[in-house]
C-alpha cells in the first residue's frame, strides 16, 4: 500500500534535485533532457546500461525509470564512469561488487540460477518429447482403428 | 447496525456452503436426487447472503461509517463517491469479499443452468461448497470487513490516491471474476474425477465457465496494462512485476485449457492433461493470491501484509491444489485414455499450443518464484527483470505465432498439411509486405521489428483470410460476401478474432517499445521542446483544488508543423488526508499512436520538468487485448445460442 506513493514521493524529489543540482546549476533551460550527455553515442549507452540495473530501494523498476533518489544518484555515477573512459563491462562489475547481483535485471549464468535458466529449456525439451511420444502412440491408434483404412482408401 | 447485518451474513453464508458441500458430494451418487436439489438451493441462498453482506460493506462506505475499522482505515468523508464505493474492494478484506462474491455468483451460475444435470454438476457444486468453505473462514477469522473500533474517528485514513481511478473500478473485478471463474472448471474437472465421468462432458458442462473466466482474465489483464500505462506516469504498460506475472500465469494455463478442453470435447483426445490443466489453472490463480495478499511481495496491489493471512491462505492452497493433485494421482490412471489421430491434424496442432503455452508458464513461474525460493533457502538475492524474460518468454512466443495459423486450418484427426500451407501462402505473402515496409520505413531497431511486424501480419493476415476463405469475397459481389457473414458460425468468428488480436497486441507492443520517443526537460513558461513529431510548448502551469486534493495543472500546447493541435494538462496532485502525491499523466491519443505528458517538480520560477513520450502504436496493445476478449465472447454466445445437446461420448465420430 504504501510503496509506489513513497516511492514517487522520494523520486518526485530525488531525480529533480540530484540530477538538476549537478547538471542544471549552469542555468541553462529547454535541454533536450536534463543530464544528457552531450555526447550522444555516450549517452546511449547509459540509458542502454540503465535498464540492465535494478533500483536496489524499489520493487523491480529499473535504475532507468525509477524517481527514487538512490537510482537518480546511480545514474549519475553510470555517467561520470563513461566520461572517465569506463567499459560497461567495468561499470557493471563495479554496481555488482557494490550492491551484489540483486542489481542486475538479468541474473547471471551460475550454478544457483541453473534452474532459473535451463528450466524453460528443459520444459521445452521435456515438451517436445511428449510431443512425439503422444503423437506416435496416436498414429498407431489411428492406423489400428477400421476408420482410418476405411476413408483412406 | 450494518456491521452487525455483515457479519450475521457471512456467518449463514458460512453455514449454507457446509450444506451445500455436504449435499453437493452426497449427490454424487447415484439415485442421490434429494442432495442435488439442496445442494442447488443452498447455493442459491449462500449468493444471497454473501450479496448482502457485499451490500452491507458498501453502505457502510457509502455513509462513511467509521466505526468499522475497514471504513476507518481506508475511506474518508472527503472521498467522492465513486471512490467510496470502488473503494470497498481497495483494500484486503473488501477485496476478499469481493471475490467470495463472484465466488458465489459462478456457484448460483452452474446451480442454475445446469439444474437438473445430474451428478456431475452435483459433485461440482460439492467443489464449489468447498472452497466457498475455506473462504469463508478465512475472511470471518483472519480478515474480516466488519469488525468495529471504539470510538470511531472523526475522519478516515482515505485510500492510496493511486487507486482512486476510474481503473479501479473495473480491474479488480474483472480480474476476479477470471481467477474465481476457473474454480468452475477447477470443480467440473475435481466433479469428473469424483464421478468417474471423466469423457467430453464436464468439458462440455465447464465450458461456458472456462470461456467467461478466459475473457474477464483477457480484459482484466489488458486493463489493468493500461491503468499501469496512464497512472504511474513512466509510460510502460507491463513491468514483468510479481503482480502482474500472477495473473499472468493463469491466463496462459487457462488459454492452454481452452485449446485442450476443445480436443477433449470433439474428440475425446487429451482427456487426463485437460483435467490436469484445468486443476492447474484454478491453483496459479490460487497462488496468486497466495504471492499478493500473504506479504511475501510488496507492491501497490499488496494490501495487507499479515503472516497469519499468509499461512492460511497457504494451508488453502495445499489442501486444495494437494487435495486435486491427489485426486487426479488416484483417478486418472483409470480413464480410458488414448485417441487416434494422425501426426497431421488439429490435435497436433493443439498439442504443440498446449506445450508451448505451458513453457511459456512455467517460465513466468520460474522468473516470479525462483528469487523467493533462492532467497528462503540460502538467502542469496537476485533479480529477474525484463531481460530475463525477453530471453526465455519471448522465444517461446515467437514459436507460438509462428505455429498458430496452420492449427485452425488443420482437419480434426487427419489434416491435409500441404493443403494447410497452400491456403496460408496469401497470409504469407502479407506477412513479407510488411517486413519489406519495415525495412523500408523503420529507422531503428530494424532486425526486432522485421520480426515483430513480420509475425503480427502473418497472425492477423491468416485471421482475415480464414474469414474470407468462408464467403469469398472474390466470388464477385463484395457486399454479398459481407453477407455473408451472417452464415459464419461463431466458433469461426471467435477463432479469427482471438489470433487476430493476438497480433495486434504484439503490433503495439512492438511499436511502443522500439520506436518510442522520449525527452525530459526542464521548461520555463514560453519554452518548448520537440517530442516524436510534436513540438510541445509549455505555457506555464497553476494552482487548481480538486475535490479531495490539491493540483498543480500545466498547460501545454501540442503543435505538429507549426499549426497548434491542442492544449493538454499533465497534473501533479497532492492528496492531504493520505499525505501522498499522485502524477495525473495526460495522454492525447490518435488510436495509432499516444503523446504522453507527466508533470514532474516545480523548479522554482515556474519552471517544471516535463516527462514527455511518443509512443507509436501504444493503443494496439489494448486494441489486441479487446479483440481477443471479443473472441471469447464470440465463442461463448455460440455456446449459448446452439445450446444443442450432443450426444454424450464420441460426438466427433461422424466427422
Known sequence: MNRTPSAIRRCGAGLAILMLAAFFSAGAFAEPSPGALPNPAQEARARALQKEFRCVVCQGESLDESRAPLAADLRKLIRARIVAGESDEQIKQFLVSRYGDFILMKPPLQPDTYVLWFGPVLVLVVGAGVVVLVIGRARRRARQSPLWSEDHQ | ?655
Open chain 2, 1 to 655: 447496525m450494518t456491521g452487525e447485518i455483515g457479519q450475521l451474513a457471512l456467518t449463514l453464508a458460512l453455514a449454507l456452503s457446509f450444506v451445500m458441500a455436504g449435499a453437493g458430494l452426497a449427490g454424487a451418487r447415484e439415485n442421490a436426487v434429494t442432495a442435488r436439489g439442496v445442494a442447488g438451493s443452498a447455493a442459491l441462498g449462500m449468493l444471497v447472503f454473501v450479496l448482502l453482506a457485499f451490500a452491507a460493506l458498501t453502505y457502510a462506505a457509502i455513509t462513511s461509517d467509521f466505526s468499522i475499522v475497514n471504513i476507518a482505515n481506508n475511506s474518508s468523508t472527503l472521498k467522492p463517491l465513486i471512490y467510496k464505493i470502488t473503494g470497498v474492494w481497495g483494500n484486503h478484506e473488501g477485496s476478499m469479499l469481493l471475490w467470495m462474491l463472484v465466488l458465489a455468483l459462478y456457484t448460483a451460475a452452474i446451480a442454475v443452468f445446469q439444474r437438473g444435470s445430474g451428478r456431475l454438476t452435483s459433485a461440482a457444486l460439492g467443489v464449489q461448497g468447498l472452497l466457498a468453505i475455506a473462504f469463508l473462514l478465512f475472511i470471518l477469522f483472519t480478515s474480516n470487513p466488519f469488525l468495529r473500533i471504539d470510538p470511531p474517528p472523526f475522519q478516515g485514513a482515505g485510500l492510496n490516491p493511486l487507486l482512486q481511478d476510474p481503473g479501479l473500478a473495473l480491474h479488480p473485478p474483472l480480474l476476479y471474476v477470471g481467477y474465481v471463474g476457473l474454480s468452475a472448471s477447477f470443480a467440473y474437472a475435481a466433479a469428473a474425477l469424483i464421478t468417474r465421468e471423466a469423457d467430453a462432458g464436464w468439458a462440455r458442462a465447464a465450458r461456458p465457465f472456462m470461456l467467461f473466466a478466459w475473457l474477464s482474465l483477457t480484459l482484466g489483464i489488458t486493463l489493468g496494462s493500461w491503468w499501469a500505462y496512464y497512472e504511474l506516469g513512466w509510460g510502460g504498460f507491463w513491468f514483468w512485476d510479481p503482480v502482474e506475472n500472477a495473473s499472468l500465469m493463469p491466463w496462459l494455463v487457462a488459454t492452454a485449457l481452452l485449446h485442450s478442453a476443445l480436443a477433449t470435447e470433439r474428440t475425446g483426445a487429451f482427456r487426463t492433461w485437460t483435467l490436469l490443466l484445468a486443476i492447474a489453472a484454478f491453483s496459479l490463480s490460487l497462488i496468486g493470491t497466495f504471492l499478493v495478499r500473504s506479504g511475501v511481495l510488496t507492491s501497490v496491489h499488496a494490501f495487507a501484509n499479515d503472516p497469519e493471512r499468509g499461512m492460511f491462505i497457504l494451508l488453502m492452497l495445499v489442501l486444495a491444489i494437494g487435495g486435486a493433485l491427489a485426486l487426479f494421482a488416484w483417478r486418472a490412471p483409470s480413464l480410458e485414455g488414448g485417441a487416434a489421430f494422425e501426426p497431421v491434424s488439429r490435435e497436433s496442432a493443439l498439442l504443440v499450443n498446449n506445450v508451448l503455452l505451458t513453457a511459456a508458464a512455467a517460465t513466468v513461474f520460474l522468473g516470479t518464484l525462483y528469487p523467493l525460493v533462492l532467497d528462503a533457502l540460502t538467502g542469496t538475492k537476485i533479480s529477474v527483470g525484463p531481460p530475463y524474460f525477453a530471453a526465455t518468454f519471448a522465444p517461446i512466443a515467437v514459436a507460438l505465432l509462428v505455429a498458430l495459423p496452420f492449427g485452425p486450418r488443420l482437419g480434426w484427426r487427419r489434416g491435409d498439411g500441404v493443403g494447410a500451407v497452400k491456403s496460408l501462402l496469401p497470409a504469407f505473402g502479407i506477412a513479407l509486405f510488411a517486413v519489406l515496409l519495415v525495412l523500408v520505413f523503420a529507422a531503428r531497431h530494424v532486425a526486432a521489428a522485421v520480426l515483430a511486424f513480420g509475425l503480427a501480419a502473418w497472425v492477423i493476415a491468416a485471421s482475415a483470410l480464414d474469414l474470407a476463405r468462408r464467403v469469398g469475397p472474390w466470388r464477385g459481389d463484395l457486399w454479398a460476401a459481407v453477407a455473408r457473414l451472417r452464415f459464419v458460425p461463431a466458433s469461426a468468428f471467435a477463432v479469427a478474432l482471438a489470433h487476430a488480436g493476438l497480433g495486434v497486441t504484439l503490433m503495439g507492443i512492438a511499436g511502443t517499445t522500439l520506436w518510442r520517443a522520449e525527452t525530459l526537460s526542464l521548461l520555463a513558461p514560453g519554452e518548448s521542446v520537440q517530442v516524436g513529431p510534436y513540438k510541445l510548448t509549455f505555457d506555464g502551469a497553476r494552482r487548481v483544488t480538486g475535490p479531495n486534493y490539491f493540483a498543480t495543472r500545466a498547460d501545454v500546447t501540442v503543435g505538429r508543423g507549426g499549426a497548434s493541435l491542442a492544449v493538454m494538462h499533465p497534473e501533479h496532485r497532492m492528496f492531504p488526508t493520505e499525505q501522498q502525491e499522485t502524477f495525473e499523466t495526460s495522454i492525447r491519443t490518435t488510436g495509432f499512436s499516444d503523446l504522453y505528458m507527466a508533470l514532474g517538480d516545480d523548479r522554482g520560477g515556474g519552471r517544471f520538468i516535463l516527462r514527455a513520450y511518443y509512443n507509436p502504436l501504444a493503443p494496439f496493445i489494448w486494441f489486441g487485448g479487446g479483440i481477443m476478449a471479443l473472441g471469447g465472447l464470440a465463442s461463448l454466445w455460440g455456446r449459448i445460442r446452439a445450446r444443442v445437446p450432443v450426444p454424450h461420448g464420441q460426438a466427433a465420430a461422424a466427422e
